[in-house]
């Protein structure tokens, strides 16, 4: 069993909106730090944004004020809400869990299987 199922990308035009969820299972889903990673062609995988059980956020730059990651303790599911999106922002998505801020993004805790962003110009 997958630990963490992502959903919710696609093709959307420059301007539009996705929201990805991130379903967790298997795991006690409120011991975790979730964060939403992204890996353009090419690149590196970086990070978007993280969250605490406790809803303390972080973002990187270029998703502030655009992104908005949250989270449901009683659905064990994380989410990305983008809005404006851009034709740099396509890329895999990925959900990642880890036990601390210093652990995300590690391959001590877990990695969904990612979902496509394309974003037309």
């Known amino acids: 069993q997958v630990p963490l199922v992502e959903s919710g990308g696609g093709l959307v035009q420059a301007g539009g909106s996705l929201r990805l969820s991130c379903v967790a299972s298997?795991?006690?889903?409120?011991?975790?730090?979730f964060g939403w990673y992204r890996q353009a062609p090419g690149k590196q995988r970086e990070l978007v944004a993280g969250i605490t059980s406790g809803g303390s956020v972080r973002y990187v730059d270029f998703a502030e004020g655009r992104f908005t990651i949250s989270r449901s303790n009683l659905k064990n599911t994380a989410y990305l809400q983008m809005n404006n999106l851009k034709p740099e922002d396509t890329a895999v998505y990925y959900c990642n869990a880890g036990l601390s801020w210093s652990t995300l993004g590690t391959n001590s805790g877990y990695w969904g299987q990612g979902t496509q962003v394309t974003v037309s110009s």
């Open positions: 298997g795991i006690t889903f409120t011991a975790y730090v």
